[in-house]
């Protein structure tokens, strides 16, 4: 018995697993959250739009001696706002011009970096994350976002529903789609910015998607998908960390590669349920 | 009742819209008085879409005037609810058809308040109009096409929408759901309610409206459906394939010979 709690209790004699622990978890809860929303109107490329975005604007902060959220979250903002803009004009059918905005912003954050005596290490911080360099202050922006949030959805919740189930249905009802469409791609921004340094620009998608998608498998309740997506992060991210302290793995790929065998062990059960019925 | 009621609901007046490359209708001039039902039929292309984004402010005219309730579309909105083609709404969205209803009020309370009380009663009332009480808790994807109709009929009732437009509201669905659709649709008209609906092809909705609009990127025939729907007006909208419902509710095209 004792065995088992020293086990669980060793990563936390470190101050830098514990931080990872919670900011983690903090953005599982929050990804969780926003993520039902990505993966339920197909806005996972998005995410990466903005992810690659938020890269350039982290390299242009970095290089202007700025707060490097504050770069971030700057040209996440801007691209969550020309993304509103331009899915009202042609529906999201331009993901050409938009790939090509995105991975040339993220190309001229690269060479940027280059510029920086530690290129290779900055790289691979920003691209992959750095779980175990987790800052007090970086837990204070995931916070500040999670406030955000909550604020935001406390207020919209069930507009930005009905915008996200018939668009066209709240429009002529009144609602304020566009201005409801920013938001919510600004909540998605805001996930992105506070989730980067954790896990970096090519994994932080799947932080929203995932769990999310995992829980649409059984779960037919907005609320509910939430809650289990949310449940789902969690577990993902305690099972990953664990596993990352122990088998000394990469962590925030080991955490997206547990949330990854759960989406594929939930696919398997929901076959299996689905069939016997 | 609609009896007696002389108010205009939608006014429009020398219209010609379309989208950036195109022009899709030309010259349009129609009015429906309140209270009353009208059906725009036509072939696909012949602009019905395009009137009703119209209405709902979501086109803008580039000649002529659109007036709702003597107003221009984007300020007569809370009074609109506008049922989109089918497949513009995301039916996977995992929501209960009573959570959609709900919806109705958003138009109508400012952002800040949360439903009252009464919301919930109030949303089950307006599913118990529609015949659809003991669906309220399913999802409503899982519901069939012309229950999902219903459902946001019931939405429009909750937002206490004057106006209600439904664009191709009987496509998919076979004739005894026409006919629940339609008993809705009698339904709120006897509040005084106006409706319009498109549709493209002829089917028991459109003889069951009080007035008919045929579009053709211009206006080809319009007036009571008896007066309307004459085969040469018929003949004129659709071409050579007239489109007609048999005894049986089947749809028929019908190629006319000279």
Same mark, same amino acid.
């Given at each position: ?15 830098? %697993? ?20 990505? %993966? ?21 902060? *970095? ?23 331009? /899915? ?8 050409? /011009? ?65 915008? /996200? ?29 506070? /989730? ?11 932080? %929203? ?16 998908? *939430? ?51 | 009742?609609? =009896? ?10 020398? @219209?010609?819209?379309?989208? =950036? ?12 008085? #309140?209270?009353?039902?009208? !059906? ?18 979501? @086109? ?57 009380? =009464? ?14 009480? =003991? ?30 437009? @439904? ?36 089917? #028991? @909705?459109?003889? &069951?409206?009080?007035?008919?609009? #045929? ?12 007066? !309307?729907?004459?085969?040469? &007006?018929?003949? !004129? ?18 190629? &006319?010979?000279?």
């Amino acid at each position: 018995m004792s065995t088992i709690v020293e086990f669980l209790a060793e990563p936390f004699h470190f101050s830098f %697993m514990t931080r990872a622990f919670v900011g983690v978890s903090l953005i599982a809860v929050l990804a969780g959250v926003v993520g039902a929303f990505v %993966m339920l109107k197909g806005l996972a490329f998005i995410g990466d739009a903005i992810a690659h975005a938020a890269f350039g604007g982290l390299v242009a902060a *970095m290089l202007l001696g700025v707060p490097l959220h504050l770069g971030a979250l700057a040209f996440a903002l801007l691209t969550a706002a020309g993304l509103t803009a331009l /899915s009202r004009k042609t529906g999201l059918r331009a993901d050409t /011009s938009l790939a090509i905005l995105f991975t040339g912003t993220f190309a001229l954050g690269v060479l940027g970096l280059a510029t920086r005596p530690n290129f290779a290490g900055d790289l691979s911080a920003l691209l992959v994350g750095s779980v175990l360099a987790i800052r007090p202050a970086d837990i204070y922006w995931i916070l500040a976002a999670a406030a955000i949030t909550g604020l935001v959805l406390a207020a919209a919740y069930r507009h930005l529903v009905y915008i /996200s189930f018939d668009p066209q249905g709240a429009e002529a009802a009144g609602l304020p789609v566009a201005g409801l469409q920013w938001l919510l791609f600004s909540l998605v921004a805001l996930t992105v910015v506070v /989730s980067l340094q954790a896990v970096g620009v090519v994994l932080v998608v799947a932080l %929203m998607i995932t769990p999310a998608a995992t829980a649409a498998l059984f779960v037919r309740r907005l609320e509910r998908l *939430m809650a289990v997506a949310v449940l789902c992060g969690l577990s993902a991210t305690w099972i990953g960390l664990y596993a990352s302290y122990y088998l000394s793995t990469p962590a925030g790929a080991t955490v997206v590669t547990v949330a990854t065998a759960q989406f594929t062990a939930g696919l398997a059960l929901h076959k299996l349920l689905t069939r016997r019925r | 009742m609609s =009896d007696g009621d002389t108010r205009i609901c939608v006014e429009v007046k020398d @219209l010609t819209v379309g989208y =950036d490359d195109r022009i899709v209708l030309r010259g349009i001039n129609w009015t429906v008085p #309140c209270g009353t039902s009208a !059906a725009i039929i036509g072939p696909n292309g012949g602009g019905k879409s395009t009137l009703l984004r119209t209405l709902v402010g979501r @086109l803008r005219p580039a000649q002529g005037t659109v007036r709702i309730f003597g107003r221009p579309p984007e300020e007569a909105r809370p009074l609109m609810a506008y049922l989109p083609q089918n497949e513009e709404i995301d039916w996977r969205f995992p929501i209960r058809a009573i959570d959609v209803v709900m919806q109705g009020l958003l138009a109508r309370t400012p952002w800040w308040r949360p439903p009252g009380k =009464d919301a919930l009663a109030q949303a089950m009332a307006a599913l118990e109009r529609v015949n659809l009480a =003991d669906e309220a808790q399913r999802p409503v994807g899982a519901l069939s096409g012309g229950q999902r109709q219903r459902v946001l009929l019931a939405r429009a009732l909750l937002q206490d929408a004057q106006l209600i437009l @439904l664009d191709e509201p009987a496509t998919g669905l076979d004739a005894p759901a026409q006919h629940e659709l339609l008993d809705v649709v009698d339904d709120l008209k006897r509040d005084g309610r106006t409706v319009i609906a498109t549709t493209h092809d002829l089917n #028991c @909705l459109t003889d &069951h409206f009080d007035t008919v609009l #045929c579009l053709r990127g211009e206006v080809v025939c319009q007036g009571p459906p008896e007066e !309307a729907l004459k085969p040469e &007006h018929l003949l !004129a909208v659709f071409g050579k394939h007239v489109p007609l419902l048999t005894a049986e509710g089947r749809v028929t095209i019908f190629e &006319h010979h000279r």
